[in-house]
C-alpha cells in the first residue's frame, strides 16, 4: 500500500535481522516461519475492521484494498500530470503529456508520482495508520515543497 520506497525499507530492516529467514511477513507463532495468503486476508480485513472501513455494509476485502492503490495512484498521476501542465505552460507550450513523456526522465517521472502519492495518502490516513506491524517508514519531508 505504500510503494517501493516502503518495501525497500521493509526489506533492509528484516535483513539486519539475524533470524530472518527471507520471508516479507513472518509469523510471531512458533514453528511457521511464514504467512499463508489466507493470513495475510485476515490480517487486512482485521485491520478494516478496527479502522471501521467498510464497502457496502461489509469489512473490505484486499480486492478493495488493491482498488484503493490504484485509485490512489491514478490520482497522483493526474497531479503529476498538472505539474507538467504548468511547466508546459510556463514554456509556452500546451501539451502537458509531452512534457511529462519526453522531458522528464522515467527516475524524475517516479519521484514525482511518489511524492504525489504520498500526499494522497497524507490526506486520507493519519501518520500512526500504518505501525502495528512496525513497518513505519519516515515521510519524506520535501512533499512539503508541493503543498
Known sequence: ?????????????????PSWNGCLFPTDAPNRSFLSPNQMRRRFKDLCRKAGVKVDGNVATPKHGRSFYYNILTDAESDLLETAGKIAQ?????????????YLTPE????????????????????????QYNTRTKFDRSLDDFE
Open 1 to 17: 500500500m505504500f510503494g517501493l520506497g516502503a518495501l525497500a525499507n521493509l526489506l533492509d530492516k528484516r535483513a539486519q535481522q
Open 90 to 102: 510556463e514554456q509556452g507550450a500546451n501539451d502537458a503529456k509531452a512534457v511529462r513523456d519526453f
Open 108 to 131: 524524475k517521472r517516479r519521484r514525482y508520482r511518489r511524492i504525489f502519492f504520498r500526499q494522497q495518502i497524507r490526506r486520507i490516513l493519519p501518520d500512526n495508520a500504518y505501525t
